[in-house]
C-alpha cells in the first residue's frame, strides 16, 4: 500500500503553510492589485458621488433621477456591466475600476444626501445669520454634519468594492479574485482558500480603518453620544 504524500501542497489540503511559504511574492502581488483597484474606484466613485449630492441636494427636482439612475447601475450584473464598459476602456485595470465606480454611486451618493438633508434648517439660519455664504456654509457647516452618513456609505462602497474586485478575474484584473478563479479551475485548495481570508481580511481592515477616521473626524458625535 501507498503511503500518502507528506507535503500538503501534494496531498491538496485547504490548509496548507508550505502554499503560503511558496507562493508568498504572487500572494503579495495579488495583495497589491486587490489594494489599487478598491482604492482607485472608491476614490473616483466619491468624486463622481460629492457633485452628484450636491447637485440633487441644490435641485431637489433631480433627486430622484440621480438616486433612481444609481440605483439601477447597481443592479447590472457584473459580467454585463464589464461587457458594455469593454468597448471603451478594452481589457484593463480601468475597466474593472470604471465598473467599481458605477456600483459605488448608489451608496456614495444616496448616504451623502441623507446626511446633507439631515442637517437641520434653524443650523443652516443660524449660519446665515452670522454671514456664511453658500460656499462656506457647506465646506464648515453642512458637510462636517454630513460625515457620519456620509462615512456610512463610504465603508459599505469600499467593503463592497472589496469583494467586487475578484470578479476582475474574468478579465484578467481581479487581485486575488484571480487566485480564487484560477484555484477553483484546477481544485487548488489551499489557493481558494488562502485567497478567499485574504479578501475577507482585506474588508474587515478597511471597514475598521475607516470607522477610525470616522472616529477621529467626528469628534462632536462622540461628544454627543456620550
Known amino acids: 500500500m501507498t503511503a500518502p504524500p507528506d507535503d500538503c501542497l501534494a496531498r491538496n489540503e485547504w490548509i496548507c503553510g508550505a502554499y503560503v511559504r511558496t507562493r508568498r511574492h504572487i500572494l503579495l502581488d ?8 478598491t482604492a482607485a474606484s472608491v476614490l473616483v466613485g466619491l468624486v463622481v458621488a460629492v457633485p452628484l449630492a450636491l447637485l440633487a441636494r441644490r435641485w431637489t427636482g433631480i433627486a430622484g433621477p440621480v438616486l433612481a439612475g444609481t440605483t439601477i447601475l447597481y443592479t447590472i450584473p457584473s459580467l454585463a456591466m464589464f461587457s458594455l464598459l469593454l468597448p471603451l ?38 449660519a446665515h445669520g452670522m454671514g456664511y455664504g453658500p460656499v462656506r456654509l457647506l465646506l464648515t457647516v453642512e458637510l462636517p454634519l454630513a460625515l457620519p452618513a456620509a462615512m456610512a456609505g463610504l465603508r459599505i462602497a469600499t467593503v463592497s468594492a472589496v ?15 484571480n487566485l480564487i478563479y484560477a484555484g477553483m479551475n484546477t481544485y487548488f485548495k489551499a489557493q481558494v482558500l488562502t485567497a478567499s481570508v485574504l479578501c475577507v481580511l482585506i474588508a474587515v481592515a478597511a471597514d475598521l480603518l475607516l470607522l477610525g477616521v470616522q472616529w477621529l473626524i467626528t469628534p462632536w458625535a462622540r461628544t454627543a453620544r456620550g
Open 163 to 177: 469583494s467586487l474586485v475578484t470578479v476582475g478575474a474574468i478579465v484578467g484584473f481581479g487581485g486575488l479574485g
Open 30 to 37: 495579488a495583495v497589491a492589485e486587490h489594494l489599487q483597484l
Open 89 to 126: 476602456y478594452g481589457l484593463s485595470p480601468t475597466l474593472v475600476v470604471a465598473g467599481l465606480v458605477l456600483y459605488s454611486l448608489t451608496l456614495l451618493v444616496r448616504n451623502l444626501l441623507a446626511g446633507l438633508r439631515a442637517v437641520p434648517e434653524e443650523t443652516r439660519q443660524a
